[in-house]
C-alpha cells in the first residue's frame, strides 16, 4: 500500500520504458516530476537537453495512460528562446500541474561557462531582483525587468485562467494537496516581493 512520488525523471525514460512505467503505477506511483523545459526543438538542442517536442507529448500520454500525475517543469527564457507561448499552450495541456522557472544560469554549468565566454551573463544585484535568480542571461534584445515581468506575467495568466481553477477547486487526494500548496507558493512569493520593493526585510 506505499504510494510514491518520482521526483525528477527523464522524458526519453518514460518513452522508452511504457511497461516500466505501468509497473512503477502498480507499484504506487502517483506522480512525476518531469522536466520537458520547452516545445521547441531548436530551443532543446541549444542547450543539449536529449528530448524532443515528440518525446514531450509522448512521455505525457504514457504517463496520464497509467494514471500517473503529470507534473512538468518548464524553463522560461532560454537561449534562442523567441517566443514562450507555444512552449506555456503546450505544457499547461500536457501537465496536470503546470511549472515554469525563470533561467537563472549556474556557475560550473557548461551553458554558464558558454554564455561567460560570450559576454552575455549578468550578475544582477540583490536589491533589483524580482526573481530569485543571480546570473542573468542577455542578448536577443533581453533585459532583467523586461523578461521578469513577461515571466510573471504567464504565471499570473496561469494562476488565473478559470480552466486551472476549476481544476484546483474540483481536484480530490493529493492532487487537491498539490494545488494548494502551489497556490500558497504564490501568494508567498508576491507578499515577500511587495515587502522587499517597500524596503522591508524579514529574518
Request: proline residues 4%; positive net charge.
Amino acid at each position: 500500500k506505499l504510494k510514491w512520488f518520482s521526483n525528477g525523471i527523464r522524458a526519453d525514460v518514460i518513452v522508452k520504458n511504457p511497461e516500466l512505467m505501468k509497473l512503477a503505477a502498480a507499484s504506487g506511483l502517483y506522480g512525476a516530476l518531469v522536466g520537458f523545459e520547452s516545445y521547441s526543438d531548436e530551443v532543446l538542442e541549444n542547450v543539449t537537453k536529449e528530448t524532443s517536442v515528440a518525446l514531450n507529448h509522448k512521455a505525457s500520454e504514457v504517463l496520464r495512460a497509467c494514471g500517473v500525475v503529470v507534473y512538468v517543469v518548464h524553463v522560461y527564457g532560454l537561449p534562442c528562446e523567441k517566443m514562450f507561448a507555444p512552449t506555456y499552450k503546450s505544457g499547461t495541456k500536457n501537465s496536470d500541474i503546470f511549472s515554469a522557472s525563470m533561467i537563472s544560469l549556474i556557475p560550473g554549468t557548461p551553458l554558464y561557462d558558454r554564455c561567460v565566454a560570450e559576454g552575455v551573463a549578468h550578475r544582477i544585484h540583490e536589491d533589483e531582483r524580482y526573481y530569485p535568480y543571480s546570473t542573468f542571461l542577455l542578448g536577443e534584445g533581453r533585459s532583467p525587468r523586461k523578461m521578469t515581468l513577461l515571466y510573471l506575467g504567464y504565471i499570473v495568466r496561469y494562476h488565473l485562467s478559470p480552466i486551472t481553477w476549476w481544476k484546483a477547486l474540483t481536484s480530490t487526494g493529493v492532487m487537491r494537496r498539490f494545488w494548494l500548496l502551489d497556490y500558497i507558493s504564490c501568494f508567498q512569493y508576491a507578499f515577500y516581493l511587495m515587502l522587499r520593493k517597500l524596503g522591508l526585510r524579514i529574518a
